[in-house]
Each structure stands twice: as C-alpha cells, then as structure tokens.
C-alpha cells in the first residue's frame, strides 16, 4: 500500500519566480492538506481540500493557493517567491469524518528560493 | 487561538536513560491530540492520537497520556534509534481536522 508522495523531493527557485508541488494522497483517503515547515520549527497548516475545493485555510497569503483533482491528488502553487518561502513543505491525507482524525504526511519537498 | 508548547527544546539521553517529554496545550474543544516522530529531511511518522484526559498508549518503548491541559512521552530504556524530533499536535473544534503543532523536542540517544 502506497503511502502518502510528493513531488520533487528538492527544488529551487529564484525570487519572484512561481513554483508547483504536488501529492498523491494515502490510498483510501480523501482529503489533503498542506503545511509549511521551517527549520527548526513544527508545521504550519497552509489549507485542506475535500472534494476538490478548499474548505480551510490557515494564515497564508493569496500567494499560496491549491487545487484537488477527481483522484484525490493534490497541487500546492506559491506564486511570487519569497525568501522566506524556503522550508520544507508537507503535504498530508486522512479521510473525512465526524470525528477527530489522523493524518499520515509524505516525505515532503525541500523548497529553497534564492 | 489554539497553542501547543513543548519541553525541553532538546534532551540528550545515554542509552537506557528513560525521561519524558512534555507537550502543554491550550484548546477550545479538544477533539484528539497527536504525538509524531520526525527524522531530518523526512515527514512527521504517526505515533500516537489521545482523546480524553485519562487516556494512556504504548508503542514499544514509548508511553504517551493526557490530562486536561498537557500530555507526556515517556521513553523508557531508549536506544540510539529512538532519536528523533518529536512533535505534539492538537485538533480542536474550531479547527475541523486541522493540526496545530508545536515546535518539537529534539531528543539524541547516544550509545
């Protein structure tokens, strides 16, 4: 059983410039969301998408913005790169409930923005 | 707004040497709280999910249990491959399944 992937596994990117992560969710989950990691420091929720729309967002700009396809899978897009965009950003599944949940993460991309 | 603190920063075990790390929490309506492991470069590996104050798991070498306003990890007799960030992490009512985390404790086992 295939976990939670993400590609790429490194990137960089110049200032400005925009940038595509993507994620195939845990088979048998439906729900994907997206947190940013910088080093040093616990993940920081960006957004979650169900049934390919997004449902919450967490303190993030309009820059960052995403997308849910019929198959579950995932897109992160971050537009206009910023310095501080540099971290290691994680995408994670779980599937929709009424009750609390957990979620299994990928390995995540390392983005580095120079 | 929902909080997780963790301590300490990081801990520096010998093998054998059990201690506990410690996750305080502020949440309006706690619906779960999370324990997960992280390597370097790697993502979060699920340990743990508690619900209610009382409530203890094992796993191994690892004991996790929560009061109303914080939990530990109890590592007993730990060996150099225990060593790892460990993050805590709530979900609240307010957050759907969304995970507030804290900054992790960084615990080195050495030999």
């Known amino acids: 059983d295939a976990g939670v992937t993400q590609s790429p596994t490194h990137l960089i990117k110049t200032r400005g410039q925009q940038v595509t992560l993507r994620c195939s969710p845990k088979?048998?989950?439906?729900?994907v969301s997206w947190y940013q990691q910088a080093l040093g420091q616990g993940p920081q929720f960006i957004f979650q998408?169900?049934?390919?729309?997004?449902?919450q967002r967490g303190n993030f700009p309009d820059r960052f913005s995403g997308h849910q396809f019929p198959n579950y899978s995932s897109e992160l897009n971050v537009n206009a790169l910023l310095l501080g965009d540099s971290a290691l950003y994680l995408c994670?599944?779980?599937?929709?409930?009424?009750?609390?949940?957990?979620?299994?993460f990928g390995q995540g991309t390392r983005l580095t923005v120079v | 707004e929902d909080q997780v603190t963790q301590s300490p920063e990081a801990l520096r075990l010998q093998e054998g040497e059990s201690s506990s790390l410690n996750c305080s929490y502020t949440?309006?309506?706690?619906?779960?709280l999370f324990w997960y492991r992280q390597d370097p470069g790697k993502g979060p590996e699920f340990l743990f999910t508690?619900?209610?104050a009382g409530e203890e798991k094992e796993k191994e070498r690892l004991k996790a249990t929560l009061t109303k306003k914080e939990s530990f990890l109890h590592i007993t007799a730990p060996k150099p491959e225990d060593s790892a960030t460990y993050l805590c992490?709530?979900?609240?009512?307010?957050?759907?399944?969304?995970?507030?985390f804290g900054p992790g404790t960084r615990l080195s086992v050495l030999p």
């Open positions: 994670a599944s779980s599937l929709r409930g009424k009750g609390s949940t957990e979620a299994f």
């Open positions: 088979s048998g989950h439906d729900t």
């Open positions: 998408y169900y049934e390919e729309e997004e449902r």
């Open positions: 949440v309006s309506g706690l619906r779960g």
């Open positions: 508690l619900y209610s």
């Open positions: 992490a709530v979900q609240g009512r307010l957050q759907g399944q969304n995970f507030v």
